[in-house]
């Protein structure tokens, strides 16, 4: 399975690389591109999202890396899109999630979004803010656009992916609905409330998503576990949809939506705190592990 991610090196110089998962208790390799390429070719990939311009047969032709390419993974990675222009969420998209939220299944997809600054890549803390006392975790399979997508058919949705990541949609729930209106944007969207990757996977290697396994383990407990195929709007209508509306552009981001078992579900509720250790799993795409923390002011 190739899988692509993206780091910064001691030095500040941010690094392009295929990564390798192991088992949960194994460290992650990775092999930079250059070792497969060369400098100039891994530098227009970290830094400019270069591999949406990419087909399929040039990704499937690199070389295959010899053992000593591959290193020990660092400890934190970067998201493994650089800079999307969109960060789109489906929520109430898995049946038995709405119905223990106490919410009617949606007739139509219900989208909300993040801001940029919410994004953070394995490895690095999920900051508890000073604002919320109910902050909860989600699981989620994320698409990758990987073309220009507008007005675009069902049928045809599939052709403008690029591939597949595993995200956490943290939300703070006494924001998202405890406040006038029900203030969706800012529950969903403080900084380091959209963890992605380890990696992300090009469609032909991870297949087209609709049934892929999605788990969250609050440290050693699992706490959700669902497939894709229990989606209500699966992946191409929601790019249909979305397209109908606004122009999905390589590298944007659709988070596709939640299993049950939330902590707002649960009785009693199992909210965040310091010293919480979440990991999203993802079979083919690997493990996402980022630790909580209080919110430190200045």
């Avoid at 060369?38 to 087909?55: G, I, R, V």
């Avoid at 070389?63 to 970067?78: F, N, R, V």
């Avoid at 073309?147 to 045809?156: E, F, M, Q």
């Amino acid at each position: 399975m190739t899988a692509f991610c993206r780091y910064r090196e001691s030095s500040g110089k941010i690094r392009f690389a295929l990564y390798q998962c192991g088992a949960p208790e194994e460290v992650g390799k990775v092999c930079p591109l250059a070792k497969l390429t060369d400098a100039a070719t891994e530098e227009k990939l970290a830094e400019n999202n270069d591999l949406f311009s990419w087909s399929p047969e040039q990704i499937a032709g690199l070389p295959e890396p010899k053992e000593s390419d591959w290193i020990d993974a660092p400890p934190t990675l970067l998201p493994p899109v650089s800079n999307p222009e969109k960060v789109i969420c489906i929520g109430l998209n898995y049946l038995d999630h709405a119905i223990e939220t106490g919410s009617e299944p949606p007739e139509l997809p219900v989208v909300f979004s993040k801001f940029n600054s919410s994004l953070i890549g394995h490895g690095e803390s999920i900051v508890l803010p000073s604002l919320s006392e109910k902050v909860d975790y989600e699981a989620e399979l994320v698409v990758v656009i990987g073309k220009t997508a507008r007005h675009v058919g069902k049928d045809d949705a599939m052709d403008y992916v690029f591939g597949f990541t595993a995200g956490h949609d943290v939300s703070a729930r006494d924001w998202q609905k405890g406040r006038p209106g029900g203030q969706w944007l800012l529950g969903k969207t403080f900084d380091t409330f959209a963890p992605v990757g380890p990696a992300m996977v090009a469609k032909e290697q991870f297949g087209d998503g609709s049934d892929a396994s999605v788990k969250m383990y609050l440290g050693e407990e699992m706490v959700q576990s669902s497939t894709t195929a229990q989606l209500i709007f699966d992946i191409p209508t929601l790019i249909s949809h979305l397209s109908g509306f606004v122009t999905l552009r390589p590298g944007d981001l659709i988070f596709t939506g939640t299993p049950p078992g939330v902590g707002v579900a649960r009785n009693p509720p199992r909210f965040l705190v310091d010293g919480d250790q979440c990991t999203v799993e993802i079979e083919g795409i690997g493990r996402l592990t980022n630790p909580c923390r209080d919110e430190v002011k200045d």
